[in-house]
Nanobody, 122 residues
Framework: QGQLDESGGGLVQAGGSLRLSCAAS????????IGWVRQAPGKEREGVSC????????YYADSVKGRFTISRDNAKKTVYLEMNSLKPEDTAVYYC???????????????WGQGTQVTVSS
């Protein structure tokens, strides 16, 4: 099944930046796609961004387009989420997820990390 370990969350002022990292380990077979899902208090989970393993195709939620960038380092088996121009509405727990489905089915991925808290103050 594999394991995903997130890091890089924290507290930042509106307009600031953070970079999240997700290290993958223990996968016995390659996942098709990997990305980030977030959940704010009282809200449903939202697929934020995703990247496919095969050709590096990327997906972004409309709410983060132009501000967030997903990238990967295959040698390190790590995926990054660079978050710029952060807004208070970006406050959420961010989960790294990986699965055998396309990015449009990110919420159904089979492997999830523990999550990292991102808090953006106004």
């Amino acid at each position: 099944q594999g394991q995903l370990d997130e890091s890089g969350g924290g507290l930042v002022q509106a307009g600031g930046s953070l970079r999240l990292s997700c290290a993958a380990s223990g996968f016995t077979s390659d996942y098709y796609a990997i990305g980030w899902v977030r959940q704010a208090p009282g809200k449903e989970r939202e697929g934020v961004s995703c990247i496919t393993s095969s050709d590096g195709s990327t997906y972004y939620a409309d709410s983060v387009k132009g501000r967030f960038t997903i990238s990967r380092d295959n040698a390190k088996k790590t995926v990054y989420l660079e978050m710029n121009s952060l807004k208070p509405e970006d406050t959420a727990v961010y989960y790294c997820t990986a699965g055998q489905r396309g990015c449009h089915q990110q919420l159904d991925f089979g492997t999830w990390g523990q999550g990292t808290q991102v808090t953006v103050s106004s």
